[in-house]
């Protein structure tokens, strides 16, 4: 059993624990954190750029409604919005206009167009796809 000891703790000096395979061990060690430490840097640049850009789409939305409120107001300042909403609120009219009120539509105007049949003519003959778009586009032909 002692040589047995010896043989094992001189191959693990000598072949196992050489410079080489411990320099070799190491290597292969750094390349694995190396690699792992670039996937993680990809990974977060990655997410990064996602959030960037989701953030780029809201600030063009949020400039889109801020364009369309200042648009807003502006039209709210300017006379023909002032003189329209005058009109509508106080019930007031231009020197020369006339005011009409119409009665509300009785049922029998509401229901007047609803039982209206579409009749299409069926002409029998069958025509290629050329042809119909031809009659569309020069009828009188």
């Known amino acids: 059993m002692g040589n047995k000891l010896r043989r094992i ?7 196992f624990l050489a410079v080489e395979n411990i320099v070799l061990a190491v290597a292969v060690a750094m390349c694995l954190v190396w690699t ?12 990064l750029a996602e959030r960037l850009n989701a953030e780029k789409k809201n600030l063009q939305l949020l ?7 200042e648009l807003e107001n502006d039209y709210y300042k300017t006379e023909e919005y002032q003189e329209l909403a005058a009109r509508k ?6 020197s020369g206009e006339n005011m009409v009120y119409l009665p509300k539509n009785s049922e029998a105007a509401k229901n007047k167009h609803q039982n209206i049949e579409i ?3 069926d002409e029998g003959e069958e025509y290629s796809n050329i042809e119909k778009w031809m009659r569309f586009l020069f009828p009188n032909r």
Request: a positive charge; charged letters at 30%; proline letters at 0%.
């Open 119 to 121: 009749v299409v003519q």
């Open 89 to 94: 609120l106080n019930n007031k009219k231009l």
């Open 36 to 47: 792992y430490q670039s996937v993680v840097a990809m990974t977060r640049n990655w997410e």
């Open 63 to 69: 400039e889109i409604e801020v364009e369309a409120a």
């Open 9 to 15: 703790k001189y191959k693990l000096k000598h072949d």
